[in-house]
């Protein structure tokens, strides 16, 4: 038994917490029909949990060096990890419960009833804070019972504190049906309200070392397939995007209203950093691309995912052991909405093994492909697939080298065929698309068509250069030609970032004229330094 929460003690629970999610994940996934019956809280708390472990697992005990006490400096670690990877709503809203625990507790001397009681309260108002439109019946509506049964205790014994907040937290989760009537109509509780119960009750067990009393929860009747009404959180938006975005407080208070402007569901938090902060931003819309540029004109957004919500499998009454899913690495807000219309979960480019292994797991699927879109990011994909495997999900990769060959890839997808066949399908599609960029020479090279300078247009297919010219359309045109010169019936055209106005209806107008019975798709990708990517099946 313990008289104070120690940092022994924190990494105790955080660790004992996860176990406890990853037991119930399954569980709290099929509860989730709130604010979208999307079927992955479990999944999106585990993700977030596992990121505040793996932070204090980096740490090795190192003594504090920011003036926190060791406790406190252990809640700060396991709160900026548990922002980082904080995944969905549910995520993002725990992230910023573990940031005011830390925050209330980083000076304090000894964590006893009372100054955890405190912390808790602390939490409460940093979770309603961060959510634009608080809605009760759900996370916050039970953090807000465990922190005012805590506070009412009234006691020094922590471990009468933290046994009052479980017990109110459990109680506060019966009665989310009774709060929103989605939950009622489902025969739920609320997922997220879920979780919490399950954190708080690890953190019992971790105080008192006795197992919590845990009260059942509120009846549950089978739901019909994706009939949850959603109370906020508008079905007229139909994509979730989220992202870290590196910016300072000033560029937030901007970003919070050009979003809400977008949609709902807003939650930013941060990290409580210097002038510029980390920030999780997670918000439900329709025009993904001016989401993620109201992103990159407040600071520096990375790690983005796009979901599209209609994309998303109506849960089965069992276990989903034959679920299918894509996961696509692109660049280019354009690209990312085009993914995500194809119902592919969107990692930014250049990802790292564990950002893959993430998006795969946070599937939910049972059966992943992968489309890494470049070759550098190949080896990375074939890592997280084998890492995957050890976790019992398969995984897949076709080694897709550019956006218009995945394109190609999904437009086949076919879920009544085995997934062995699928991916050998999707595979064989992206074969059979020729792909070429076009950009502008950085400095002077010997190329095998022959010398370039600085500020040159270069035509690279199959990520050789085969042409070198010095107007960007002539070399678009160029490049175009020389690839329906080998066949061809559909063209499909990205334009960039910085492509100039009307580069792609040029092009289209060029191969209209040139190639009559050559079908040409032409679309904004937004991606860096390629003016035009080319796709010709």
């Given at each position: 038994m313990l008289d104070t929460l120690d940092a022994a003690a924190v990494r105790r629970w955080c660790a004992s917490g996860l176990a406890a999610l990853q037991r119930h994940q399954g569980e709290i996934d099929d509860l989730n029909v709130y604010p979208v019956p999307d079927g992955d809280t479990g999944t999106n708390l585990v993700l977030t949990v596992t990121s505040a472990q793996q932070a204090l697992a980096m740490d090795l005990d190192t003594l504090p060096d920011d003036g926190h006490t060791p406790h406190g400096h252990t809640l700060r670690?396991?709160?900026?990890?548990?922002?980082?990877?904080?995944?969905?709503?549910?995520?993002?809203?725990?992230?910023?419960?573990?940031?005011?625990?830390?925050?209330?507790?980083?000076?304090?001397?000894?964590?006893r009833g009372r100054q955890f009681a405190a912390a808790l309260a602390t939490a409460a108002r940093a979770a309603y804070a961060a959510v634009a439109q608080p809605v009760e019946g759900t996370l916050l509506t039970v953090v807000a019972a465990a922190a005012g049964a805590a506070e009412q205790a009234d006691s020094d014994d922590l471990r009468t504190v933290v046994r009052a907040a479980a017990d109110a937290a459990a109680r506060a989760l019966a009665r989310t049906p009774e709060q929103l009537p989605a939950l009622a109509r489902a025969g739920v509780v609320d997922a997220g309200g879920r979780g919490l119960c399950l954190l708080l009750d690890a953190l019992v067990e971790v105080v008192t070392g006795e197992s919590p009393r845990q009260p059942a929860p509120a009846p549950r009747a089978l739901r019909p397939p994706v009939t949850a009404v959603r109370e906020t959180g508008s079905p007229a938006y139909a994509y979730e995007v989220q992202y870290l975005l590196d910016a300072t407080d000033e560029a937030v208070v901007r970003l919070r209203g050009a979003l809400a402007a977008l949609g709902d569901s807003l939650v930013i938090v941060g990290d409580g950093g210097p002038a510029v902060g980390t920030w999780n931003v997670h918000v439900h819309v329709n025009d993904v691309g001016a989401a993620i540029e109201a992103g990159v004109v407040a600071g520096r957004p990375h790690r983005i995912t796009v979901t599209r919500f209609a994309d998303q499998p109506a849960p089965p009454p069992a276990p989903l052991p034959d679920g299918r899913a894509a996961v696509v690495v692109a660049t280019g807000a354009g690209i990312a909405e085009l993914f995500a219309a194809e119902g592919a979960t969107v990692v930014p480019a250049n990802p790292s093994t564990g950002e893959l292994l993430d998006a795969i797991r946070a599937t939910g699927a049972a059966r992943v492909v992968v489309l890494p879109n470049d070759p550098n990011t190949q080896s990375v994909a074939s890592t997280a697939a084998r890492e995957a495997h050890a976790l019992g999900i398969k995984v897949s990769v076709v080694p897709t080298r550019s956006p218009v060959q995945a394109l190609a890839a999904l437009a086949v997808r076919d879920p009544s065929r085995r997934f062995s066949d699928d991916v050998i399908a999707m595979a064989e599609a992206a074969g059979a698309c020729r792909y070429a960029e076009v950009c502008h020479a950085g400095k002077e090279a010997l190329t095998v068509a022959g010398p370039c300078r600085p500020g040159d247009v270069l035509a690279l297919v199959e990520g050789e250069v085969h042409l070198i010219g010095g107007d960007l359309l002539d070399t678009c045109t160029a490049v175009v030609d020389r690839m329906l010169g080998g066949g061809g019936e559909l063209v499909t055209l990205l334009c960039g970032a910085d492509a100039p106005a009307g580069l792609a209806e040029r092009v289209r107008e060029h191969v209209e004229r040139s190639w009559p019975f050559v079908e040409v798709q032409a679309y904004e990708g937004g991606q860096p330094h390629y003016p035009l990517l080319v796709g010709v099946e």
């Open positions: 670690l396991m709160a900026q990890g548990a922002l980082l990877g904080a995944r969905g709503n549910s995520g993002v809203i725990l992230s910023q419960i573990l940031r005011g625990l830390a925050d209330a507790l980083a000076a304090v001397p000894a964590v």
